[in-house]
């Protein structure tokens, strides 16, 4: 079955980075695209970014280019999210996503808190 697991997340002071980790199970993951998304306290889930099967296209969310990045490693099925210059606002629920069959799977998600 199906397994996403991010991880990487934790408490980070403003200006900071982390680098998060998704790692993926149960499907063949250099054949699919894959996506982060996040939540912030009371607000709804944002789209962070995509990167496509090979890694040769990764749209990313406007008000995130310039300091959050994704990349993959197909041989080890896990992708992953560099988030640099982090600012309170980022504080939020981090997951990864997969859309395959028409079914869309979700990691359980990892925390990252900014703050001072």
């Known amino acids: 079955q199906v397994q996403l697991v991010e991880s990487g997340g934790g408490l980070v002071q403003p200006g900071g980075s982390l680098r998060l980790s998704c790692e993926a199970s149960?499907?063949?993951?250099?054949?699919?695209?894959m996506r982060w998304y996040r939540q912030a306290p009371g607000k709804e889930r944002e789209w962070v970014g995509t990167i496509s099967p090979t890694g040769d296209s990764i749209p990313t969310a406007p008000s995130l280019k310039g300091r959050f990045t994704i990349s993959r490693d197909n041989a080890k099925n896990t992708m992953f999210l560099q988030m640099n210059s982090l600012k309170p606002e980022d504080t939020a629920v981090y997951y990864c996503t997969l859309y395959m069959k028409a079914i869309n799977y979700w990691g359980q998600g990892t925390q990252v808190t900014v703050s001072a």
């Open positions: 149960g499907f063949a993951f250099s054949d699919y695209a």
